[in-house]
């Protein structure tokens, strides 16, 4: 019989950021954790009956894999067979399960200004972020959605600077809106 120690962890504090916390403070222990909990709820995202014509997502099951799993494998905080299980799991979902997306908005933002609005939001589990890993994931979002060169590309993306104030995004956003809306009119699969 093999006994875990509780972590006192409900899963209602799982979902709002206690895994998150665990994970910043140990990845190498906790990012399979993490990742495997989020690739679930981003399934469960993708999967769900769609009653209006636009689902909007923060993140997909795609920005899951190839940014935050990827990035923890490439700094050595997930093991390979972590790795390995992650990417079968996720790939067996791809071939499986329909989680195609019509339209990737990417909120170009510099790992500087991302850093400050983290700093804005003092969200405890978000403290211990370095600048360092914003960096890391910007790069990975590069590579995937404007170079192409690390990952497919699951949908067309749209590229938006975002490092303005609420104000100027609204204008953007305005400008944008009809081919963020009606994207899914040319239905696109991975």
């Known amino acids: 019989m093999l006994l875990i120690p509780s972590t006192g962890i409900s899963g209602k504090a799982f979902r709002e950021g206690a895994a ?28 769900r009956p769609q009653t209006l014509p636009v689902r909007l997502m923060e993140r ?3 920005s899951a894999r190839y940014i935050f799993v990827e990035n923890l494998y490439r700094r050595g ?20 399960i329909n989680v195609s997306v019509d339209l990737i908005v990417y909120l170009r933002t510099t790992p500087e200004t991302c850093y400050q609005r983290l700093k ?5 589990e978000e403290k211990v972020i370095p600048l360092e890993y914003l ?25 938006i600077e975002a490092d303005h104030d609420i104000q100027k995004m609204s204008e953007i956003y305005e400008q944008n809106r009809d081919r963020i809306l009606t994207a899914g009119t040319q239905k696109h699969s991975p």
């Open 20 to 47: 998150k916390a665990l994970m910043y403070g140990d990845a190498f222990r906790w990012g399979l954790t993490l990742q495997t909990y989020v690739q679930l709820t981003m399934l469960e995202q993708h999967t």
């Open 60 to 62: 997909s099951i795609h």
């Open 77 to 96: 905080d997930m093991s390979e067979v972590d790795y390995v299980i992650l990417s079968e799991w996720f790939n067996w979902i791809l071939r499986n």
């Open 120 to 124: 804005m939001r003092c969200r405890e």
């Open 135 to 159: 960096n890391a994931i910007h790069q990975l979002y590069e590579e995937w959605l404007t170079k192409g060169s690390c990952f497919p590309k699951t949908a067309p993306v749209l590229v």
